[in-house]
């Protein structure tokens, strides 16, 4: 009964090579973020989604794009992926309307290896 | 500029022993604090917040963290940890509608 799924969960790719990472979410949330996660250096936001025609970018955005396909989509490419991009990717979301204002909830993770 | 510290990196300890993890901000506006978890192998999950009231916010399984707004702190207390207890500890601080997240505090507790 996850809220937040990710696919894949696992990926290795080569240098040079385009990849998707796709997040849903069934939470009825209209704010999705993506965050990549690195040893030593926590979480680091890429990208941003606070409604379907809302998106911006994070610290760390160059050599990602996003695309939010409907309220409960929100994709992530890497249009050349290289080595210093493999990384732990999380998607995560959060509903300013609940009170709980700015608290996320996580997707478990896709673990991109690039060679 | 928005951040926060956890000055804590690794954090060794033996069951029963008591934990406190380390969370300074740097933020100008009205805070809203959270402490995360993230298990071996899966994703953050949330352990306790603080948006108003009561400074001392009690959360799941037995954590508590203090906010103390002069120090510009938020330090996670467990008073006896357990092995289950080992994981990765991600302070955060709302800015500007995002989340700002420290490097984490790895937790190792031994039987």
């Known amino acids: 009964d996850a809220d937040v799924t990710q696919t894949p969960r696992n990926r290795i790719t080569k240098t040079g090579k385009r990849i998707m990472l796709e997040c849903s979410q069934t939470k009825g949330h209209d704010r999705m973020y993506w965050y990549r996660q690195d040893p ?3 979480l680091r936001l890429i990208y941003y989604s ?3 025609k809302d998106i911006n970018k994070g610290e760390i955005s160059d050599g990602y794009s996003v695309s939010r396909q409907a309220q409960a989509k929100f994709s992530l490419s890497l249009e050349s992926a290289i080595p210093n991009q493999t990384a732990l990717y999380f998607c995560a979301t959060s509903d300013l309307g609940s009170g709980s204002w700015n608290e996320q909830f996580f997707g478990p993770g896709t673990r991109l290896t690039v060679l | 500029a928005q951040s ?3 000055h804590n990196h690794h954090v060794i300890l033996s069951e029963a022993a008591s934990l406190e993890l380390g969370c300074n901000y740097s933020y100008g506006g009205t805070v809203n604090l959270f402490w995360y978890v993230q298990y071996p192998g899966q994703h953050l999950q949330l352990l306790l917040k603080y948006f108003s009231g009561d400074p001392l916010v009690k959360g799941i399984k ?6 103390i707004k002069s120090k510009f702190s938020f330090n996670l207390r467990k008073p006896s940890v357990q092995w289950s207890d080992t994981a990765e500890y991600f302070c955060a601080v709302n800015g500007a509608d995002k989340l700002i997240f420290g490097t984490g505090t790895r937790l190792q507790v031994f039987p």
Request: aromatic share 20%; net charge negative; no cysteine.
């Open chain 1, 40 to 42: 030593g250096l926590g």
């Open chain 1, 50 to 52: 606070f409604d379907v």
């Open chain 2, 4 to 6: 926060v510290s956890q």
């Open chain 2, 62 to 67: 037995g954590f508590e963290a203090e906010f």
